[in-house]
Structures are given as structure tokens and as C-alpha cells.
Antibody
Framework: QVQLVQSGAEVRRPGASVKVSCKTS????????LHWVRQAPGQGLQWMGW????????KYAENFQGRVTITRDTSVNTAYMELTSLKSDDTGVYYC?????????????WGQGTLVTVSS | QSALTQPASVSGSPGQSITISCTGT?????????VSWFQQHPGKAPKLLIY???NRPSAVSSRFSGSKSGNTASLTISGLQAEDEADYYC???????????FGTGTRVTVL
């Protein structure tokens, strides 16, 4: 069965960086885009970007441009999201989700979420 | 890119039907037929209910249906059940630098 399993919770100081992983299984890794979506505490969802695991191509949301980098390692079917220059309002749960296309958000499988806490 | 507008809360009694609206602009909801709806229970990941305005994944109950008129998309839940109590988010493709914009979210309460 399709599974997206994310790395565990992280605590970082303001100004630091964090890297979250999303390990996939149960499907052809290079056949689906992987998106990252953030949810601040008690808030809504915010799209951050996607990666095409087939060629490593990426697309980032304007709000995160310059601070976010999404990469992948096809040898372990895993995608990574790194966010730099962390601020307190980067605190939230970060999700990965897969889609077959980059238009329709047919995000049929999601990771369990990773809580990132930014605090001094 | 501003978030799509949803009502903060909607409520209904078991067995009733409710509709959640999702209002965007002519650059997103009004232009593209790429509106998705997600259900999220507390502490859980979102779950896809509807994609491409009105299509439902095979495992999703037929009690959930989607539609669109102009710049507003809608999700209807018929035969409301206790397990439908959750947060609901719409999402539209935008074609701009920020490819997707989500709605503000709607808390559904089953009375």
C-alpha cells in the first residue's frame, strides 16, 4: 500500500534551518510529484512547493522563495524539504503529499505531518 | 495570492445536507476547473474528498459532492453524520508563481 512516512518533530532556534524527510513506499517514486504543505497552529493550509522526483525539477511558492529547498534521493525513495532562516511564525506542522500532475491537486496520499517548533 | 474565502463554521443535524462555499477570483476558482476539497480531523493529515471541482476518489462516500459557479466552488455533504464533524478546506490551482491557494477553512459541527 502507498505510504508517505515523515521524520520526527524538530525544535530549532530562530535563524536556524530544518530539514524534514518524506520516505515513500508502495508506488513508483518517480511517477508522482511530491508537494509540501504547511499548517501553522490553529491555522489553515499553505502550499510551499513541489518536486518532480523524476528529474529533480522544483517549483516554490512566492512566500517561501529563497528560503525553501526541496530535494529528493531516488535511491531511497525519499523527498526532503529544507527551510532556512527560521522565524517563530514558521512554527507549524509540515506535510508532504503526492500528486500525479501539477495542475489538479489530486493529493490522494499524505504523510503524517512533522511538527517544527521555532523558539528561542 | 490571497486565501480563498470560506465560512468559518457550518452546522447541521444528522441526516441533513449542508453546503460549504469557497470564493476566489477570476484568476483561480473562476478560471480553472482544478478545485479540490479536503477533510481534516483534529491532529490528522488532510484527506482528499473532491478533485477537479466535482470528481470523487473511488473510496470517498457519495454523500460528498462538489460544484462550481463563477468564482465560487461548493462542497455539499448530504445525510450528515457524526463522523463528518471536521475542518474542510478548498484549494484551487492558480497558474501563478504560487501554484495553489487554499481556502480559509470551515469547521463543520454536527448538532
Amino acid at each position: 500500500q502507498v505510504q508517505l512516512v515523515q521524520s520526527g518533530a524538530e525544535v530549532r532556534r530562530p535563524g536556524a534551518s530544518v530539514k524534514v524527510s518524506c520516505k515513500t513506499s508502495g508506488y513508483t517514486f518517480i511517477g508522482y510529484y511530491l508537494h509540501w504543505v504547511r499548517q501553522a497552529p490553529g491555522q489553515g493550509l499553505q502550499w510551499m512547493g513541489w518536486i518532480n522526483p523524476n528529474n529533480g525539477g522544483t517549483k516554490y511558492a512566492e512566500n517561501f522563495q529563497g528560503r525553501v529547498t526541496i530535494t529528493r534521493d531516488t535511491s531511497v525513495n525519499t523527498a526532503y524539504m529544507e527551510l532556512t532562516s527560521l522565524k517563530s511564525d514558521d512554527t507549524g506542522v509540515y506535510y508532504c503529499a503526492r500528486t500525479e500532475y501539477t495542475t489538479s491537486l489530486y493529493a490522494d496520499h499524505w504523510g503524517q505531518g512533522t511538527l517544527v517548533t521555532v523558539s528561542s | 495570492q490571497s486565501a480563498l474565502t470560506q465560512p468559518a463554521s457550518v452546522s447541521g443535524s444528522p441526516g441533513q445536507s449542508i453546503t460549504i462555499s469557497c470564493t476566489g477570483t477570476s484568476d483561480d476558482v473562476g478560471y480553472y476547473n482544478y478545485v479540490s476539497w479536503f477533510q481534516q480531523h483534529p491532529g490528522k493529515a488532510p484527506k482528499l474528498l473532491i478533485y477537479d471541482v466535482r470528481n470523487r476518489p473511488s473510496a470517498v462516500s457519495s454523500r460528498f459532492s462538489g460544484s462550481k459557479s463563477g468564482n465560487t466552488a461548493s462542497l455539499t455533504i448530504s445525510g450528515l453524520q457524526a463522523e463528518d464533524e471536521a475542518d474542510y478546506y478548498c484549494c484551487s490551482y492558480t497558474g501563478s508563481s504560487t501554484l495553489y491557494v487554499f481556502g480559509t477553512g470551515t469547521r463543520v459541527t454536527v448538532l
